[in-house]
């Protein structure tokens, strides 16, 4: 390459390449210099934004080494690589995973100590990185982490958001919106205003035979937009490893922005296009599990895929190898539909650029494509309107159509007596207008297609994507179950917990192999480990006391059971079977004698989670939750025996507050909806029980840690269809206790009745889909067997240690590795730099 510095100049270089440092002081010479000379500013100036911007910015010196280094390696190793398309990653703040993965914490710690600051506060200094809505942006994240630590070659490309998910305030019991601007000051992302990639958009297809005779096809004329590549480094636990994270940044092309109308004055409308331009990467949608089907969103979809695929194939024409080996060095997995269209782009790429004949252009697209589904839901399933990609993308939807033709065609030969089969498994939907079926051109379009937990795993062979598992067989749908990285999820969020689990293994090395938690058994009888495990809960749930202090004003007190259900609110996941539950309880409590009350195990019940802004009826739940408080946290009949808080603004930092402090939480979605859920794992392993309901993932956790140690409830996956139907067909009893909350909200208890009637009624007079009356009774005895296992708090305690000692399946370094075998058929790439020890907290 012409850019590598000639041999004799070498030396010269290598005498001063950076090493970033690697002890205390060499730390605080760094933390020091990056704020009087990055940041400008002095010790007589220094506050804890600047003390944190000061140590992210020497961290990140030293994480760059790393990074480039690995990136090094992985080009010059020349094997196969991993590329996980995302639109979302919530990665949550980076300075303190930073720390741990580099493996000077301590160095830090101490260094800042005598600086004049604490850690804690430094870290908490960091804005959160929240490119995602819930779960699925949270699951990327995890991936990154652990395909990181395990050594695997993998690239993330995302977009770079300006604006990720909004701000929740709470105003008078309602959500607000704030924008989220979180760009100020971001030093983990290194911007390359050289990698760029033009993206087309609109246009028209020109197809025509050239001078020798052959078939021409060509996209042209439209818009042209940029893509800026910002790169993010992904660190591993325990090893050299730092892969990349590419955000795409929208902005005007160069070539576009049009000198002339400066020149005529039209100096307003060239920047008025550069605008257009970058509002394409400028907001994360916010809807969780639901599809709205906007124009912009296609836009960002098609401006992310382009701009990867060409990046990835730049890199794929290095190693000059021929087009077949594509799938051989790539493998692309689709994080949800969200990615569909690199499908279309490479099937271009390979046809109308590189002139490769249709059927062995196809090949190579099918052999390099995973694509994992994370949604039954069919308000969540994407379909995009023919006539919106026929504009915005000409060719791509003449390629759809062919795709489908040769697909159909296929289905045709095989099944010539199914004619229905056809019109049902079409990627095109014959609606009013005409939609492109994005999950079936995702299926057509891959290797291998997987279900995120076991029971969505078989309900989606089973339902959704019945046909196709005729079509294929079997084979080509898989399960890999979620999991969640213990890094951050257990070792930063619970730091005391971690720690007293290495006293009692010997090591940190559970934090690399989950399995190793078992050993843990050995020890639920040993009085004083049993002690030390809950007076570590105690104190997370003052911690967390504290944060409901500030952020809300009100006092709860930590002896209570702590019950949580933190999550999107969303009606599936079942917010109102929660709050109707505390509103019998509060009903309860009325009607309870003084000794009676004396009896009961105090609670707090605490809510947490953003409504999608357009979300009316998540937004209602909100507003009961807030309005319930009020009223019950004010009743001096009641007193500590029933707390009910709603925390503000969910996010990722706060989950790391909230989780290890919960008693129980709540998992309580009607069966057969929540694909996975992946909280339930973070709750348990950080010692909380959980009450659930027979879905996704609690499945397997209960299979894990044992039933006697999960609350389960409600009804059955198979049995959901029969209830529907009989609420409209049969004779819909109400459950009478159900009735009763519903009389209370109807009397004005927690103001208005009007402001809830939608919530009611979607249950008395609109079918109840999600079953919240035919699950209450269940709920609610269930929530009392909890009063009672509470009460003694020694079994309490055993079932915590247990159900902890057995979590190790679900750390995402077990499920990454299932990807890599059954779906990538990659092997990681050993980093000799790991004999290198790391001290690792
Ligand atoms: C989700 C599922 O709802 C959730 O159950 C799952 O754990 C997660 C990760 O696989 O994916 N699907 C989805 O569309 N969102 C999710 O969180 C937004």
């Known amino acids: 390459v012409e850019s590598s510095i000639p041999e004799p100049q070498r030396e010269a270089w290598k005498k001063y390449s950076a090493t970033g440092f690697k002890s205390k002081d060499d730390f605080q010479k760094e933390t020091v210099r990056h704020i009087e000379t990055t940041l400008a500013r002095s010790l007589f100036n220094c506050d804890e934004k600047a003390a944190y911007s000061g140590t992210a910015l020497a961290f990140r010196d030293r994480l760059i ?33 930073a720390m741990l993965n580099v493996g000077l914490k301590t160095a830090a710690k101490e260094g800042l100590g005598e600086l004049g600051f604490r850690i804690e506060d430094v870290i908490q200094q960091e804005h959160d990185a929240a490119l995602g809505n819930g779960g699925l942006g949270r699951l990327a994240a ?55 990639i033009d993206v087309q958009f609109y246009g028209w297809v020109n197809k025509y035979t050239d001078d020798e005779g052959k078939q021409i096809t060509s996209w042209q004329d439209g818009e042209i937009v940029t893509a800026v590549a910002y790169d993010v480094p992904i660190p591993g636990y325990g090893t050299a490893t730092v892969n990349n994270l ?14 002339a109308k400066f020149n005529s004055g039209e100096y307003e409308n060239a920047v008025a ?105 069919p308000e969540a399933l994407e379909k995009w309107s023919v006539p919106l990609i026929q504009h915005l993308l000409p060719r791509h939807l003449q390629i759809i159509y062919d795709i489908n033709l040769y697909f159909l065609q296929q289905v045709e030969r095989r099944f010539p007596k199914d004619r229905d089969m056809l ?14 079926r994005m999950a079936y051109l995702a299926i057509i379009g891959s290797h291998k297609v997987n279900g995120v937990a076991e029971l969505h795993s078989d309900l989606i062979k089973t339902t959704i994507f019945k046909d196709f598992v005729k079509i294929y067989g079997p084979d080509k749908f898989t399960n890999v179950t979620n999991g969640i990285t213990p890094r951050r999820w257990l070792h930063q969020a619970n730091p005391r917990l971690s720690e007293l689990i290495a006293s009692k293994l010997g090591s940190y090395e559970f934090l690399k192999d989950l399995t190793l938690l078992n050993k843990l058994e050995n020890f639920v009888d040993d009085k004083d480990f049993k002690k030390e495990w809950a007076e570590i809960k105690y104190a997370n749930k003052v911690r967390l006391a504290q944060h409901i202090l500030s952020a809300t004003g009100i006092s709860v007190n930590p002896k209570a059971l702590f019950d949580v259900q933190v999550k999107r609110i969303h009606e599936y996941k079942r917010q109102q079977l929660n709050i109707f539950g505390v509103i019998h309880r509060y009903l309860a409590i009325k009607n309870m004698s003084a000794e009676e009350r004396k009896k009961l195990a105090p609670r707090v019940s605490i809510f947490g989670g953003k409504a999608a802004p357009g979300y009316w009826m998540a937004k209602t739940i909100i507003h009961l939750v807030n309005k319930v408080g009020d009223v019950v946290n004010n009743d001096k009949d009641v007193g500590d025996l029933l707390k009910v808080v709603f925390i503000p603004d969910y996010n990722v930092s706060k989950a790391e507050i909230i989780i290890p402090a919960s008693d129980i939480s709540e998992h309580i979605s009607t069966a057969g909806t929540e694909a996975s859920g992946t909280s339930n794992m973070k709750f348990v392993l950080n010692g909380g029980l959980v009450i659930g309901t027979l879905d996704g993932a609690n499945i397997e956790i209960t299979r894990e840690i044992g039933e006697q140690n999960v609350f389960l409830f409600g009804n059955l996956s198979e049995d959901v269809e029969d209830l529907r139907h009989n609420h409209f067909y049969g004779n819909h009893q109400i459950d009478p206790e159900l009735n009763k909350v519903f009389d209370e909200i109807k009397k ?65 370094d077990r499920c990454i590795n299932e990807y890599a075998d059954s779906i990538w058929n990659i092997e990681p790439l050993q980093v000799k730099e790991e004999a290198e020890v790391r001290s690792r907290t």
């Open 273 to 377: 296009d550069e605008q257009r331009a970058e509002t394409i990467s400028a907001v994360l949608y916010p809807n969780d599990n639901m599809d709205r089907g906007k124009e912009l969103r296609l836009k960002q979809q098609y401006f992310w895929c382009a701009a990867s695929l060409h990046d990835i194939i730049r890199r794929f024409k290095k190693s000059k190898r021929p087009w077949k080996d594509f799938p051989e060095q790539v493998a692309i997995q689709l994080n949800d539909t969200h990615p569909t269209l690199a499908i279309v782009e490479l099937q271009r790429i390979l046809v109308d650029l590189e002139g490769i004949e249709w059927n062995a252009a196809w090949e190579i697209v099918t052999k390099t494509f995973g694509y994992t589904n994370h949604t039954v839901l």
């Open 246 to 259: 590419r955000l795409w940044s929208s902005k005007a092309s160069a070539g576009e922005f049009d000198f």
């Open 142 to 196: 995890c991936f990154l982490d652990s395909l990181a630590s395990l050594n695997y070659a993998a690239w993330g490309y995302g977009l770079r958001y300006r604006y990720g998910i909004f701000k929740q305030e709470i105003e008078n019991g309602y959500q607000v919106e704030i924008p989220d601007y979180w760009l100020d000051f971001n030093p983990w992302e290194f911007p390359r205003n050289d990698v760029t």
């Open 423 to 436: 019109g049902r498994v079409s990627i095109i939907e014959e609606s009013q207008p005409k939609t492109v």
């Open 748 to 812: 004005g208890t927690f103001g208005d009745e009007g402001a809830f009637s939608s919530l009611v009624s979607a249950i008395l007079d609109h079918g109840d889909y999600y079953l919240v009356s035919d699950d209450f009774n269940s709920y609610c005895k269930t929530q009392d067997l909890i009063d009672e296992t509470y009460k003694n708090q020694d079994e309490w305690v055993s079932k915590s240690i247990t159900s902890v000692a057995r979590m190790g399946f679900f750390t995402s």
């Open 65 to 97: 080494i790393d990074w480039n280094k690995t990136q090094q390696r992985q080009t010059f190793a020349d094997q196969k690589r991993i590329y996980y398309l995302s639109l979302e990653f919530l990665m949550g703040r980076a300075l303190d995973n």
